[in-house]
């Protein structure tokens, strides 16, 4: 299995930034595509970013362009969100994702799987 763990939320005040963390550890064969997911209080989970092995091209939502950054360090099997610029209406709980597999026979099959973090709070308030 792949266990994520976020760190890096808290409480910051509106136009602050805030550096997210999330390391992957366990019986990690192989991991693809890495990203971010956000869920305010009464909504749906949805996205923030995503980024490839590869670190070419990565997804953002529309929300958090140019105002949020997702890189990673595939040696470390880490993925990071910078975020510039907060809103009140980024408040959530943030979780990393990831799509690993767990041996060379579901990387060669193609069968990985989605991993999720538990999660880290953000607050954006004066």
């Known amino acids: 299995q792949v266990q994520l763990v976020e760190s890096g939320g808290g409480l910051v005040q509106p136009g602050g930034s805030l550096r997210l963390s999330c390391t992957a550890s366990?019986?990690?064969?192989?991991?693809?595509?890495m990203g971010w997911y956000r869920q305010a209080p009464g909504k749906q989970r949805e996205l923030v970013a995503t980024i490839p092995t590869t670190r070419s091209n990565p997804n953002y939502a529309d929300s958090v362009k140019g105002r949020f950054t997702i890189s990673r360090d595939n040696a470390k099997n880490m993925v990071y969100l910078q975020m510039t610029a907060l809103k009140p209406e980024d408040t959530a709980v943030y979780y990393c994702n990831a799509f690993g597999y767990v041996t060379f026979n579901e990387y060669a099959n193609g069968r990985g799987m989605d991993y999720w973090g538990k999660g880290t709070l953000v607050t954006v308030s004066s």
């Open positions: 366990g019986s990690i064969f192989a991991i693809n595509r």
